[in-house]
């Protein structure tokens, strides 16, 4: 069992830059593939990024050069830094888990934090 919660959202200017945190509870969290996907109102939930067990990173087309995910196995944390906002990113972002394997599909993941929200003005 992997509980997920997420921190680190907010309001913030086109342009500007936040960093979600995602702690996982758990003892096989480095067993684990971490992913980040986000929700706008009326859309359907999107990848975003994600990082293997073994620290390979992917990216959707619309973050790639300005989002960057990490994870930290000794602090069973996975991070989002994302730079260079616009508005068309703003929803609720959310944490996912699965094991081994990273996955784009939002089906494939076993575990689910609560999300947290991003507003980016114009």
């Known amino acids: 069992q992997v509980q997920l919660v997420e921190s680190g959202g907010g309001l913030v200017q086109a342009g500007g830059s936040l960093r979600l945190s995602c702690a996982a509870s758990?003892?096989?969290?480095?067993?684990?593939?971490m992913g980040w996907f986000r929700q706008a109102p009326g859309k359907e939930r999107e990848f975003v990024a994600a990082?293997?067990?073994?620290?390979?990173?992917y990216y959707s087309d619309s973050v790639k050069g300005r989002f960057t995910i990490s994870k930290d196995n000794a602090k069973n944390t996975v991070l989002l830094q994302m730079n260079s906002l616009k508005p068309e990113d703003t929803a609720a972002y959310y944490c996912a888990a699965k094991f081994r394997s990273v996955s784009y599909n939002v089906y494939d993941y076993d575990y689910w934090g609560q999300g947290t929200q991003v507003t980016v003005s114009s």
């Open positions: 990082i293997s067990w073994n620290f390979i990173t």
């Open positions: 758990g003892r096989t969290f480095s067993s684990y593939a």
